[in-house]
T-cell receptor, first 113, second 114 residues
């Protein structure tokens, strides 16, 4: 059974700092990995998707990497801003599970002005 | 531009009561999902549907039932609510050829069972 773990569970940083969020998964047989953002009281918004054949994806100040063989992904946020404060979740789409996703527990990020 | 709409947004139930959560999407998506989110545990799949008239069990289906009578609607029912079902419930939808960037989530339904 695929399990997804995110460390740390919570993180507080001063504005402007570069930071890394970690995601690990137990089964490397995945179709893709996705990072989501969740604001308090809201649903999830997709940030980045990495296909299993890719090593990284970038969008603005966000960069996500994937090392499928070691079961790890990182989300790098450059020059953090208070508006980045949210919970970040990673999810993997197992190779043989149709369109279903397995989620990690999330990292709650607070960026202080 | 509604996307995925969930109703109700908040509900308090007494143990043993029943209720139905409604999810509606206006994107003509084939696949719909119901997840629950508990503190520190991420989202866990309850039930899903790959098309009108079809449903299937996810990771945590016990205590829930679902129906997909119309393509745009996916209902989640609790027949006899229990305190363990206190959670935030999210509905999501994707098209048949889910490319990852096209999964849409509702804003959640907060359910408390006392």
């Amino acid at each position: 059974k695929q399990e997804v773990t995110q460390i740390p569970a919570a993180l507080s940083v001063p504005e402007g700092e570069n930071l890394v969020l970690n995601c690990s998964f137990t089964d490397s047989a995945i179709y893709n990995l996705q990072w989501f953002r969740q604001d308090p009281g809201k649903g999830l918004t997709s940030l980045l998707l990495i296909q299993s054949s890719q090593r990284e994806q970038t969008s603005g100040r966000l960069n996500a990497s994937l090392d499928k063989s070691s079961g790890r992904s990182t989300l790098y946020i450059a020059a953090s801003q208070p508006g980045d404060s949210a919970t970040y979740l990673c999810a993997v789409r197992p190779a043989n599970a149709g369109n279903m996703l397995t989620f990690g527990g999330g990292t709650r990020l607070m960026v202080k002005p | 531009n509604a996307g995925v709409t969930q109703t109700p947004k908040f509900r308090v139930l007494k143990t043993g009561q029943s209720m139905t959560l409604l999810c509606a999407q206006d994107m003509n998506h084939e696949y719909m999902y119901w997840y629950r989110q508990d503190p520190g545990m991420g989202l866990r799949l309850i039930h899903y549907s790959v098309g009108e008239g079809t449903t299937a069990k996810g990771e945590v289906p016990d205590g829930y039932n679902v129906s997909r009578l119309k393509k745009q609607n996916f209902l989640l029912g609790l027949e006899s609510a229990a305190p363990s079902q206190t959670s935030v419930y999210f509905c999501a939808s994707t098209d048949r050829y889910y490319s990852g960037n096209t999964i849409y989530f509702g804003e959640g339904s907060w359910l408390t069972v006392v």
